[in-house]
């Protein structure tokens, strides 16, 4: 049999990475900017942020939380304050040193004013918000404080991959205070169930929910939840984390309060956050050798209609008949939104037409003509069906049947993501077959294989290391479900008290 | 007759500059930081702030525009494309040096990683975004473009006060290609009358149309619009600006497209911007020696519910009594969203609660008692009326009216603005009217006098600069609609084809 022709070249089995960055293009989600390691996110992908932005927000807002705003730049000191979180971003910050330009000895411009302290662009905000909160806090009815910020942050990171890893990014940071160490802890769980809940019940993407190694835990966290999916390449990814911080920051920044006994105490604070990069592993999630596909609850569009008109005797009947058709659809309402449809009248070739909105991963679409305006049909293609099958349905049954079509579509998506994920994941318990599975086909140069190994695991950090170095894969997550399930490590011979999901990872 | 007792000390004709920032923490809006400069914006301010992005979010997209996100920022050689630009903001901006931070001799952190060019904190993205339309637009089909961001920007700001002038505040910033000038200007004037729209209808403040002086105009632009409100001190605020930026910016970035005639032309570009200091002009225009006064169409919470259980039999009865009327309250859709109700349980002194939502602005304070609740109705108290000026109305005939209560409220926000501005908006026809009516009363500290003048004026620019020198006073605009009116400068006695608009400012 002939390769079927796609529309993206590499396809996934031939070079997964390049393969990615062609569906970013080819649906027009993002490109790289001339600033290093910053993207510039284009009306499609930031589209697909606002669905997320808006499904997240009602989340926090309805477990409590209300939205504030902190400033973008952190004073040296303050990063200085926790040992272990200073550790973790001094090395990739962007530091503003000047405040302003003015012009240098050969006419260019350069910095001038240099500021008395240096400022760090955000990389996380934990210290600048942890010293708003000291402020704020003063007894035990000020707790718990549950504030989100959506914002910006950088990191100065090397090597940079479109939303999955970039030098700024945009994401939501979640940080809270607590009177006790148990409503803290309670409170980090429940919002990597938000987290969870949001990503496989809108991203239709499934994901393990477990807690990070020592190794893998967030700077100045005493304990780091995450939620973990697996890409079509079998590589993990962490779509979310939510950090239990004890008493940590709260030490170095005095948030102390009154008790109801009259006692001065630390408060207990967590932080969780997702970002953009969620956009990075919806598209590996679904996506397929035709481009983006688009789980229908999060798509900017749920329909696109294109109007076919170059054989009609009255081309505006057919464009009067596609726009009355747009108006039906957009007074329904879906999960609380009206639908949203594009009506393409660019006057491109039909086909070119088509390809770009299979590209761009739009759940539906209707080509319609002066035989379908006749008939009172439309003729519909779905993004989960081949792009040759399409067939012919009558208008009101379409109307009927739409949201019906997309919810079916939803857990589809979910449906072959986790059978994916189950397909790949694999109890092992022996290092010889670990290391097979692991290991690289040889003289491929972009193998997919492996997938997730489910160990047991003693805990030894030097072993966790070794592995790391040799097989470059790393403890995705101790699964929240597999507490509580002893047996024996097979690197070590020690014991282990739970299994641990081994994978490479993004 | 003694002084009433208010919330807010100082009063408004007392000092107006401190009350202002009185308003700000009584209604908890936002607070300095410890970052220079920059402002936490902290949560009842956040929302009020998300009311005016969703508003106008709405509104951008109604007239076609996307939304995108582009680099925070800019390589130093991109300001210096654009003259006046640079010239316009390199006195006044955060500069990226060094990209991480390490151990300098004395055991702090220095900044380390030299970059090889200096970035800058973007102050406002036309440099950036007209690269990326530089490679976007290459035929007459790809325009017009209409993008629009959501960002944060900073300007180092040497004074600063909170939402007016900050160092870091956020904003919105459209900018647009065109194929024609007509096309350009005419957007330009487009998205004028949208943030004019926005200003009236939902911030009941009334602006002027006009345009800048060429002193006053946006560096780079050939032409600024602008709208300019005027707060109770009777100084001019600048609410937004559109800049119609002709070819200059598109000749320094190379926006070229292809015309119909196969002609290569520069793109005529359009830029426009509203920030946080909105929220700075809502406060001004409404608020009153009680607090923060919220128009309600952008209240976070249009009623508040405070049940009063200290004297109750069965206080469960009356939570129940309050949580039911709240939800039939949220029942009700006004402007396309269910009302919002703030359920106030806190247990404080029923006086503390009240001023709390007076000051925070909420437009309908409902008091509910036993005593309430057996004659099913609610105690209603007005945020236009006096504190104590509070009414008994049945439970059923307060959920029929609330929408036309705070649509009385909202117009009568609108109607006292337009009055106060018309009030102190004057014809002025000599130098020496023109001198005393913005000449300061003597021996009063913080004199609130003055307002709008409207004179002739032969748009000389050293009078102007003179002016401002010598009173204080700048034009704040030329009114569009006073165009085409000829008369003469009083002060050169040269013709003048139109009133302008003068005043104090922010």
């Excluded at 761009?360 to 081949?386: A, N, Q, T």
Aim: glycine share 8%; hydrophobic share 35%; net charge negative.
């Amino acid at each position: 049999m002939s390769k079927a022709k796609t529309a993206i070249t590499p396809v996934r089995a031939e070079n997964y990475p390049e393969w990615y960055q062609q569906v970013v293009r080819a649906a027009d989600l993002a490109e790289p900017s001339p600033v290093r390691g910053c993207m510039i996110i284009k009306p499609w992908g930031y589209a697909v942020w606002e669905r997320v932005q808006s499904v997240l927000d009602g989340m926090f807002k309805a477990t409590g939380h209300k939205n504030a705003y902190f400033p973008l730049f952190i004073p040296k000191r303050f990063l200085e304050q926790e040992a272990e979180h200073v550790e973790g971003f001094a090395k990739e910050c962007a530091v503003v040193t000047h405040h302003r330009l003015e012009a240098g000895p050969d006419g260019g411009l350069v910095p001038a004013g240099e500021l008395d302290e240096p400022l760090v662009v955000r990389p996380t905000s934990e210290t600048i918000i942890g010293e708003a909160f000291s402020r704020w806090v003063e007894s035990y009815r000020d707790l718990p404080l549950l504030i989100n910020q959506w914002a910006n942050v950088v990191r100065w990171e090397m090597r940079t991959r479109l939303f999955l890893r970039t030098s700024e990014f945009l994401w939501q940071e979640g940080h809270t205070a607590h009177a006790t160490e148990a409503e803290a802890r309670e409170h980090t769980q429940r919002m990597l169930d938000v987290y969870a809940e949001f990503c496989e019940d809108w991203m239709a993407m499934p994901v393990l929910r477990g807690r990070k190694s020592e190794a893998e835990r967030f700077p100045g966290a005493v304990d780091t939840l995450c939620i973990e999916a697996m890409m079509q390449d079998r590589k993990g990814l962490q779509a979310g984390t939510s950090h239990f911080l004890g008493q940590n920051f709260a030490r170095a920044q005095d948030i102390v309060y009154l008790s109801e006994q009259g006692e001065r105490e630390h408060a207990w604070t967590t932080s969780w956050g997702v970002s953009t990069r969620l956009i990075g592993g919806l598209l590996m999630t679904h996506s397929d050798d035709d481009g983006l596909v688009l789980p229908p609850r999060l798509a900017p569009a749920h329909v696109v209609i294109m109007p076919i008109t170059f054989k009609a005797d009255d081309p505006d009947s057919v464009l009067s008949y596609c726009r009355k058709l747009a108006d039906d659809i957009r007074s329904q309402h879906w999960l609380g939104r009206p639908l949203e449809v594009e009506l393409d009248e660019r006057d491109i070739r039909g086909g070119e037409k088509t390809w770009s909105w299979i590209k761009k991963g739009v759940p539906v679409r209707l080509e319609i003509g002066p035989r379908d305006m006749e008939s009172d049909s439309v003729f519909m293609g779905r993004r989960d069906k081949s792009p040759k099958d399409k067939e012919s349905i009558g208008r009101e049954q379409f109307l009927s049947n739409i949201q019906s079509i997309l919810e079916e579509m939803q857990q589809g998506c979910f449906d072959r993501a986790l059978a994916f994920r189950e397909e790949h994941t694999h109890d092992i318990d022996t290092r010889e077959d670990f290391e097979s599975f692991f290991a690289s086909p040889e003289g491929d140069p972009t193998p997919i294989h492996g997938g997730f190994a489910r160990t047991h695991f003693c805990g030894d950090r030097q072993v966790e290391e070794q592995i790391k170095n040799d097989l470059g894969v790393t403890i995705r997550c101790l699964p929240l479900e597999g507490e509580d399930d002893p047996g024996t490590c097979p690197f070590t011979g020690q014991p282990s008290t739970q299994r641990v999901t081994w994978g490479k990872s993004y």
